[in-house]
């Protein structure tokens, strides 16, 4: 059962763009949602995480926004650039658990110049 | 510089071949884990731990085992390799109580 349901599996966008990554989750005890950016041959990096308390957070390019009653939250890149072309994943954390966070399946971006 | 460091980044042995992967982190943290990921593909996680002799088997059946003697070291062994193990091996760590969760850069194994 996945409890984190990530969408597009891939995407693509021209350059200047915007881009819109979204997901969707089961488990109401999730408290922490985080979005992690990889290149390849690295590991993936936080990009940017919000608390539930909050509907939006922005932080430069990339905007999280989040969605309390339906259970989702999405990533907004404004104005893409060809730097942004990675695989993003969603995440999902639980204080009361084990602090172990449940991974989306990633999204391939890539920004055509 | 606190970091999470991985060696070797690519591997090239012979089926049958018996490897161990590396991982340290120089943050103190409690936690480590180690994912499995196909190229740009979803992470899986294949073992972590809690704390030193502390190993937990993740939720991705593998044939690797690990072990965890110190704090800041949590290697990954294959006792016998096959085509199939063919994969990236990611290693990150976290606090005990905490959300931030740092990956290495990662081991391309590739086994013929």
């Known amino acids: 059962q996945q409890q984190v349901k990530q969408s597009p599996q891939s995407l693509i966008v021209q350059k200047g763009g915007i881009s819109i990554i979204n997901c969707a989750y089961e488990?109401?005890?999730?408290?922490?949602f985080p979005w992690y950016q990889q290149f390849p041959g690295k590991g993936p990096a936080l990009l940017i995480a919000i608390r539930p308390d909050v509907s939006e957070k922005k932080e430069g390019r990339f905007t999280i926004s989040f969605n309390k009653s339906a259970k989702q939250f999405s990533l907004h890149i404004m104005d893409s650039q060809p730097g942004d072309s990675a695989t993003y994943f969603c995440?999902?954390?639980?204080?009361?658990?084990?602090?172990?966070?449940?991974f989306g399946r990633g999204t391939s971006l890539i920004v055509h110049p | 510089e606190a970091d999470i460091y991985q060696t070797p980044r690519y591997l090239v042995i012979g089926t049958g071949k018996k490897i161990t992967l590396e991982c340290s982190q120089t943050m103190g943290h409690d936690k480590m884990y180690w994912y499995q990921q196909d190229p740009g593909m979803e992470l899986h996680l294949i073992h972590y731990s809690y704390g030193v002799n502390s190993t937990e088997k993740g939720d991705l059946s593998s044939e690797s085992t690990v072990s965890r003697i110190r704090t800041e070291h949590f290697p990954l062994t294959l006792e016998s390799a096959r085509p199939s193990h063919t994969s990236q091996y990611l290693c990150a760590s976290s606090a005990s109580r905490g959300y931030g969760y740092t990956f290495g850069s990662g081991t391309r194994l590739t086994v013929v």
């Open positions: 488990n109401t005890a999730f408290d922490y």
């Open positions: 995440a999902a954390f639980s204080s009361g658990g084990s602090y172990i966070p449940t």
